[in-house]
């Protein structure tokens, strides 16, 4: 909620389609969707610091620093040939394996290189409970670049690793490695459209590319077999990855910071979403407090009387309610503020509803757009879709109380010249034609 990103083809949507209580939209600094995941129990900082030693990338990165002591190094900062085959007979290193291990201990500093020599850095050992799970944190992005350039040997292993870990991460208690093989397989098609025979192909090698990969990633550090059989993260890789995720602008709290929500009232909940201080992760942990009735009329009130930023955050907690809440909701059709919202609802989940017409969506596009002039943080813009002008010409018509600041908010923020234009001639005609009503 704390991004106020100007997702218009989100509106589009809702004009086009019988759509769902609208949530506000978020999107990752990267310009991709941010996702929400469940929340986490984290090992204290001092047991991972204890760890990271242990990992053995690390170990073998700290045993190549040690044994490279002060050596030349070639121009493109890596060890001699001699050397390197030397460093993987003497530390049993293997070859396929051995730069990975120089590039994590050069980037990390247990090695540093200057005027064509290396020498020996800090070892995680002297380190701070800090410095280390941040040296933990470098090893770790290290790893993960190297899937550009082919770390686990399998193109489409690494094209798909990042999801891949972040699938693991979402399930505490582990992934069958064949349902990871199916997902990254759907992945593939969906992303490349490679062909039946490729597929073909690509199924009856993957499984052993996997286990492969896996092998790599519990080498470093990253993932391990649980009890059944499964793979689930290490604690140092829940860690790891966390930090990845919070990076790429995807909402991935701890339990901790969850939990500090679950006791709010309703209004406090949403106005802690409206503020930004909480995200769409706070509210599994409230509804599983409250029963969905009790949960969706308390919702729905603050809503009837409320801001459009306020809908908008009640709308992304509803969406979260199934049936169980069908009454609350249903006594909402009756309110005018919320009435497009409760059909809308009611509608996508098989229930009967009242039909909305196209001014109806048009009115919950207006109502999307104002809940941006609520919500903390600046407002982005994304890009328009092409109907936008279209839609811009009929807000004036559907008696929004926040049309005209809406348009304002257009011509300000938009950065087309032609929806500009078109939002300052809609709020003249807005204008006009409150204070014909007035009159």
């Given at each position: 909620?704390?991004?106020?990103?100007?997702?218009?083809?989100?509106?589009?949507?809702?004009?086009?389609?019988?759509?769902?209580?609208?949530?506000?939209?978020?999107?990752?600094?990267?310009?991709?969707?941010?996702?929400?995941?469940?929340?986490?129990?984290?090992?204290?900082?001092?047991?991972?610091?204890r760890m990271v030693p242990t990992v053995p990338l690390v170990a073998d990165a700290v045993r190549l620093a040690n044994w490279t002591g002060t050596r030349p190094v070639t121009a493109e900062g890596l060890l001699p040939a001699a050397d390197a085959e030397a460093a993987v007979k003497e530390l049993s290193v293997p070859a396929s394996r051995l730069r990975l291990v120089w590039i994590v201990a050069v980037n990390t500093g247990l090695l540093q290189i200057l005027r064509g020599s290396a020498s020996r850095g800090p070892l995680p050992a002297q380190l701070t409970?800090?410095?280390?799970?941040?040296?933990?944190?470098?090893?770790?992005?290290?790893?993960?670049?190297?899937?550009?350039?082919?770390?686990?040997?399998?193109?489409?292993?690494?094209?798909?690793?990042?999801?891949?870990?972040?699938?693991?991460?979402?399930?505490?208690?582990?992934?069958?490695?064949?349902?990871?093989?199916?997902?990254?397989?759907?992945?593939?098609?969906?992303?490349?459209?490679?062909?039946?025979?490729?597929?073909?192909?690509?199924?009856?090698?993957?499984?052993?590319?996997?286990?492969?990969?896996?092998?790599?990633?519990?080498?470093?550090?990253?993932?391990?077999?649980?009890?059944?059989?499964?793979?689930?993260?290490?604690?140092?890789?829940?860690?790891?990855?966390?930090?990845?995720?919070?990076?790429?602008?995807?909402?991935?709290?701890?339990?901790?910071?969850?939990?500090?929500?679950?006791?709010?009232?309703?209004?406090?909940?949403?106005?802690?979403?409206?503020?930004?201080?909480?995200?769409?992760?706070?509210?599994?942990?409230?509804?599983?407090?409250?029963?969905?009735?009790?949960?969706?009329?308390?919702?729905?009130?603050?809503?009837?009387?409320?801001?459009?930023?306020?809908?908008?955050?009640?709308?992304?907690?509803?969406?979260?309610?199934?049936?169980?809440?069908?009454?609350?909701?249903?006594?909402?059709?009756?309110?005018?503020?919320?009435?497009?919202?409760?059909?809308?609802?009611?509608?996508?989940?098989?229930?009967?509803?009242?039909?909305?017409?196209?001014?109806?969506?048009?009115?919950?596009?207006?109502?999307?757009?104002?809940?941006?002039?609520?919500?903390?943080?600046?407002?982005?813009?994304?890009?328009?879709?092409?109907?936008?002008?279209?839609?811009?010409?009929?807000?004036?018509?559907?008696?929004?109380?926040?049309?005209?600041?809406?348009?304002?908010?257009?011509?300000?923020?938009?950065?087309?010249?032609?929806?500009?234009?078109?939002?300052?001639?809609?709020?003249?005609?807005?204008?006009?034609?409150?204070?014909?009503?007035?009159?």
């Open positions: 909620m704390a991004n106020n990103v100007f997702d218009l083809a989100e509106l589009r949507k809702l004009i086009d389609e019988q759509a769902a209580v609208p949530r506000q939209p978020e999107k990752a600094p990267a310009d991709h969707e941010a996702l929400t995941f469940p929340p986490v129990v984290l090992a204290a900082d001092a047991e991972l610091a409970v800090e410095a280390t799970l941040e040296f933990w944190d470098g090893v770790v992005m290290d790893v993960l670049d190297r899937a550009d350039e082919g770390l686990t040997g399998s193109a489409v292993v690494d094209g798909h690793l990042a999801e891949m870990l972040a699938t693991i991460y979402s399930v505490r208690s582990g992934v069958a490695i064949a349902n990871l093989a199916r997902g990254i397989l759907q992945s593939h098609e969906v992303a490349c459209a490679p062909g039946t025979p490729m597929m073909r192909r690509l199924a009856a090698s993957l499984p052993s590319e996997l286990l492969e990969a896996l092998s790599l990633l519990t080498y470093c550090g990253l993932v391990e077999q649980t009890a059944s059989g499964r793979t689930a993260l290490t604690p140092l890789g829940v860690w790891a990855i966390r930090r990845d995720l919070l990076r790429e602008g995807h909402d991935a709290p701890t339990a901790a910071e969850v939990q500090v929500f679950a006791d709010l009232s309703a209004a406090e909940l949403v106005e802690a979403l409206v503020r930004g201080t909480a995200t769409q992760s706070a509210v599994a942990g409230w509804l599983e407090r409250r029963a969905p009735e009790e949960a969706a009329a308390d919702l729905v009130g603050i809503a009837a009387s409320g801001t459009a930023g306020q809908r908008g955050a009640v709308g992304a907690i509803l969406e979260e309610l199934g049936p169980e809440a069908e009454a609350p909701v249903r006594e909402a059709l009756d309110l005018p503020l919320m009435r497009r919202y409760a059909a809308s609802w009611l509608h996508i989940r098989d229930l009967e509803a009242p039909t909305l017409s196209p001014d109806d969506h048009t009115w919950i596009a207006v109502d999307s757009l104002a809940a941006l002039m609520y919500l903390s943080g600046p407002l982005d813009t994304a890009e328009p879709p092409e109907d936008l002008i279209k839609l811009v010409d009929e807000m004036p018509a559907v008696g929004h109380p926040d049309t005209v600041a809406v348009l304002d908010m257009l011509a300000n923020a938009h950065d087309d010249q032609a929806v500009i234009k078109a939002a300052r001639k809609a709020a003249m005609k807005a204008r006009s034609l409150a204070h014909t009503k007035l009159g």
